[in-house]
């Protein structure tokens, strides 16, 4: 089977003329699979290898990250809307970063949507003054990856992903769920822009907002991870009777990379049953 590559210079309609990468693979419904911060399309290699057996499978790298490194977003808002313009009409099937991205493209693009996979994403934080802490909290992160006063040397690529791996949601991965190959292929100085522009704390919270989404919602977050079940079950029942949620077992924040072969069959239950 033939992939089908898109490259950012490609003709596209995204924001300001930019077109986001992505790779193709497969024939019917399409569905459109959106990665988390550090990652790239190629994280869902193993993932769309078997999703694409059934379905159109388009993997898309979000600003700054891959082989978008040179396509920007300046907030979540431009981020989903550079997404839209090559996912079109999709279940579009969004992780952590992604997850919020393909949120607000739900919210903001709700004709595009015909159904919703969130994997341990937020509505956004809620409290004015945590919201803003993550802001700084983002910022100094991408200070130390990329330096704005343009002399003191930043991390390395290798020096944060092990770091970043290390942190409590993913210190419990294998070498082969963690996937350093496919984070490889990004940059400090884009992973420090995305941590400025589309961070958890620039996300203008949208939980008065989840009422609104109509389509087929499935919230899904590993059985280990207490805070995402709970943010899953929270906006299931703001959503309503449209939401489902389920819960990997044995998995932790990084659940569809956990467990694939699981994630894929609950993937796949929900895309049939929309």
Do not use: C, Y
């Given at each position: 089977m033939t992939d089908r590559i898109n490259g950012p210079d490609a003709d596209g309609g995204g924001v300001d003329g930019a077109t986001l990468a992505s790779v193709a693979q497969g024939s019917g419904r399409r569905v459109v699979l959106v990665h988390g911060f550090t990652q790239s399309k190629s994280s869902w290699s193993s993932i769309a290898k078997q999703l694409c057996k059934s379905y159109e499978v388009v993997a898309i790298d979000l600003p700054d990250h891959g082989d978008s490194a040179k396509v920007h977003a300046t907030s979540l808002e431009d981020a989903a809307e550079l997404v839209a313009a090559v996912g079109g009409p999709a279940t579009y099937v969004g992780y952590s970063l992604g997850g919020r991205v393909c949120l607000t493209l739900a919210l903001s693009h709700p004709e595009l949507v015909t159904s919703l996979v969130l994997i341990g994403a937020t509505p956004g934080i809620a409290d004015k003054a945590d919201r803003a802490a993550r802001v700084v909290a983002d910022n100094a992160l991408a200070d130390r990856l990329d330096p704005r006063d343009g002399t003191t040397p930043g991390l390395s690529l290798d020096a944060f992903l092990a770091e970043w791996l290390a942190g409590p949601l993913f210190a419990h991965l294998t070498a082969e769920q963690a996937d350093v190959a496919a984070r490889s292929s990004n940059t400090p100085a884009g992973l420090a822009r995305s941590l400025r522009t589309t961070g958890t704390g620039t996300q203008v919270p949208s939980y008065g907002h989840l009422v609104e989404l109509a389509m087929?919602?499935?919230?899904?977050?590993?059985?280990?991870?207490?805070?995402?079940?709970?943010?899953?079950?929270?906006?299931?029942?703001?959503?309503?009777?449209?939401?489902?949620?389920?819960?990997?077992?044995?998995?932790?924040?990084?659940?569809?990379?956990?467990?694939?072969?699981?994630?894929?069959?609950?993937?796949?239950?929900?895309?049939?049953?929309?």
């Open positions: 087929p919602v499935l919230l899904v977050a590993g059985g280990n991870d207490q805070r995402f079940s709970a943010i899953a079950r929270e906006m299931a029942t703001s959503i309503g009777t449209n939401a489902a949620t389920a819960f990997v077992e044995g998995a932790g924040h990084a659940a569809p990379f956990e467990a694939p072969d699981a994630f894929v069959k609950l993937v796949e239950a929900f895309v049939e049953r929309d």
